[in-house]
């Protein structure tokens, strides 16, 4: 907490003031990123809204019927829900001041997350191999819009993730670092939410059209 102290007037005359104390407020990082996350959620949002607009507009071209495999689709979600478990498993670690549980899992997190990406990158290019890219509809350039926007999001995730396993084997679990895991954690559960809109407005919806 910051504590100001006045000093007695000098000599012109003219009050002294020191700020002693911290000058940051606690918990303010993490104040922060939740304020990012809801600008986050307006782009996501934007998506959306575009896409429900969009989304019968095939221009002659394939619909979600003729290009979504929802087993693939499936097993791409179960990557990603299983990741979110495990990051929980790293932050139950973390609370416990495990440092190699931690990585460990963070490190399998990372695995999923980087198998997700993989198989969306096959989607993308199947897609885009058979003649249905972002220039064939209105459809599909509102698809690859916003799965394209989450794709990368989580691949900055990883990235994160990578860097913060970094700085763990250097410096271990000190404060900052627990700070950084726990935004990331809200980071990848965020993305976990939104993909569960995904699968179920773009994928689901879009394979009955």
Same mark, same amino acid.
């Given at each position: ?37 809801? *600008? ?14 969009? *989304? ?43 440092? =190699? ?40 350039? *509102? ?11 989580? *691949? ?22 627990? =700070? ?30």
């Amino acid at each position: 907490m910051s504590h100001s102290t006045t000093l007695p007037a000098g000599e012109n005359g003219q009050f002294e003031f020191m700020e002693m104390g911290e000058h940051h407020a606690p918990n303010g990082t993490l104040l922060g990123f939740w304020l990012y996350l809801m *600008s986050d959620c307006l782009v996501f949002a934007a998506l959306f809204a575009t896409y429900g607009v969009l *989304s019968q507009s095939f221009a002659g071209g394939p619909t979600g019927a003729d290009l979504f495999d929802l087993p693939l689709v499936a097993l791409n979600t179960s990557f990603l829900l299983l990741s979110s478990i495990t990051y929980g498993f790293a932050m139950l670690q973390m609370q416990q001041n495990r440092l =190699r549980g931690t990585q460990i899992w963070l490190f399998i997190t990372g695995i999923l997350g980087a198998c997700f990406i993989g198989v969306e990158l096959y989607e993308f290019y199947h897609m885009i191999h058979v003649g249905a890219g972002p220039q064939t509809s209105a459809f599909l350039s *509102s698809f690859f819009g916003l799965v394209g926007t989450h794709g990368l999001h989580v *691949s900055v995730g990883i990235i994160w993730l990578v860097t913060l396993l970094l700085q763990l084997n250097k410096h271990g679990l000190t404060t900052a670092n627990k =700070r950084r895991v726990y935004c990331l954690s809200m980071f990848w559960h965020f993305l976990d939410v939104v993909w569960i809109g995904v699968f179920t407005f773009v994928y689901l919806m879009g394979s009955m059209a």
